[in-house]
């Protein structure tokens, strides 16, 4: 069983590859051009694009505060300018900085700029500039920074209390500021606000830089179909564009990141990469998969059919009236039932008979004595010296005699072709009376429930020890094989 279907997936496995090839339309092996591989290359430069322009806004904070380089050039080509709102909050604590080095902290103009800067915060919390970048976290911890601060529970009391007069001179305004810069100035300077179009859908500029890699990509889709429907007489120039389907999502002006799958089959047929093995492990998770799911389904499914047969006694008429059968195809003219019988038979004559006669002679010896002490005479001889031990042999000699006689008339009979007449109304007679007995309907409701449980104990404990444990090791078998025939 586990040959046949081990041959079963194997065959699987190369249908799989068949069909691979043709899905993917994998081109016979040959050194790979320099334009093969300088396309290759662009394909993978243009999918790290791909990839950075995905991750730019919600990475937007980890590349203002650690690549602030990168986020000057490239926030135009998200339409990313620094909100208004914060950064004329930022302007004003800066323009306080200023004041309060070139005037004292209770002069008019410190006075002013601090009750704009507690007007601001205010504003700040009430209209919440950070919604629109999905930065509310940002400004709720602004405002837990600031009530730690300076011990107070209303962020916007906290908010007074920390640009007023009184605070600034009794913790100093320079550590105060100095605080207010490295501790909030990080997260107010986070938040941006963003061109919108007149649809509704943010500005995004990346489409003139990827442009051009799209053009690339275009001219050499059609350049390599082309060429595949000139070098394969059998393949016109549509199909070979269905061939290599998989190219096509690079040119997707959305949901670019489907580019890394072409990508990885351009850089494989480059040989940059070799993904062979992660796609020999996948297949053979997906028809690991698919066999562990599969193989209890089959096997429950029939061995339920067969219960649903015995139940309604399908196989009951099948066996002892085959007058009811259906249109049946004998392959080898043979009575299967009638061989297994004979085939049965054979083997307890002539294997297990002589190695069960002494076991045999001892039971008949035991039936023979027992009979003997039953009788008189028999008790008597006991009493006869020299004569006692005549039982037991007499008992002995028939139980080897009987038993001897038994087995040569059995081997005769089998052996012998004049025998064969007796040996077959035998055999007919013993069936009849077998199968009369079988249809009395005590007998055939248990043999028909023990059947059924039998097969219940099957489906529990083989069935699924197949999907679990054997599927793997075929599969294992099927990639070894393969391996060997790609050698040789």
């Keep these: 069983m586990l040959t046949k279907a081990h041959k079963l997936l194997s065959s699987e496995l190369r249908k799989y590859s068949m069909v691979s090839n043709l899905v993917f339309g994998k081109e016979p ?50 339409g990313i300018e620094l909100h208004p709102e914060t950064q004329a909050y930022l302007n004003r604590v800066d323009e306080l900085k200023q004041l309060l080095e070139d005037n004292d902290l209770e002069s008019p103009e410190v006075e002013a700029s601090l009750r704009k800067l507690r007007r601001l915060s205010i504003q700040t919390i009430e209209d919440n500039p950070f919604a629109l970048a999905d930065k509310s976290r940002n400004l709720g911890k602004i405002e837990n920074l600031i009530r730690q601060r300076v011990g107070e529970e209303s962020a916007r009391e906290a908010m007074a209390i920390f640009w007023s007069i009184s605070h600034l001179s009794e913790y100093s305004w320079q550590q105060e500021l100095e605080f207010f810069n490295t501790e909030a100035r990080p997260l107010m300077q986070t938040n941006y606000y963003r061109e919108v179009r007149r649809n509704g859908q943010f500005v995004d500029y990346f489409w003139l830089i990827d442009l051009p890699f799209v053009i690339l990509f275009a001219g050499y889709f059609l350049y390599r179909t082309y060429s595949m429907s000139r070098s394969l007489s059998e393949v016109t120039w549509p199909e070979a564009m269905l061939r290599r389907w998989y190219d096509l999502l690079l040119l997707l002006p959305f949901w670019r990141w489907l ?14 990469v070799n993904i ?58 043979t009575n299967e039932v009638e061989a297994i019988a004979k085939r049965l038979l054979s083997v ?24 003997l002490n039953q009788s008189p005479l028999y008790k008597q001889l006991h009493n006869f010296p020299g004569l006692n031990q005549l039982p037991t042999q007499i008992a002995e000699n028939l139980a080897v005699s009987i038993s001897e006689s038994a087995y040569k008339t059995l081997t005769e009979m089998l052996s012998d072709s004049s025998m064969g007449s007796l040996g077959e109304r035998l055999m007919k007679n013993f069936e009849t009376g077998l199968y009369g007995e079988l249809q009395k309907p005590d007998n055939l409701e248990e043999i028909q429930s023990l059947l059924v449980d039998m097969l219940e104990e099957i489906k529990i404990n083989y069935v699924q020890d197949i999907a679990e444990g054997k599927i793997r090791q075929l599969s294992a078998r099927s990639q070894v094989l393969q391996m060997t025939r790609k050698q040789k």
């Design 348 to 371: 307890s004559v002539y294997d297990v008979l002589p190695k069960i006669q002494p076991d045999l002679e001892a039971v008949l010896r035991r039936l023979i004595e027992g009979s």
């Design 259 to 272: 580019r890394a799958f072409p990508v990885a089959i351009w850089l494989d047929e480059a040989r940059l």
């Design 276 to 333: 062979e093995p992660i796609l020999a492990h996948m297949s053979s998770d997906f028809m690991v998969s698919f066999a562990r799911e599969l193989t209890p389904l089959v096997g429950i499914h029939a061995i339920e059919q067969l219960q649903d047969g015995i139940r309604r006694g399908d196989v009951t008429n099948w066996l002892f009236f085959p007058e009811t059968r259906r249109p049946y195809i004998d392959i080898n003219n």
């Design 29 to 78: 092996v040959s050194r790979p051009s320099f334009w093969k591989r300088l396309i290759a290359i662009a394909a993978l430069v243009n999918l790290l694009l791909v990839l950075f322009d995905l991750s730019y806004v919600p990475w937007h904070d980890f590349y203002l505060n650690y690549l602030p380089k990168v986020t000057q050039l490239y926030d135009p080509m998200k």
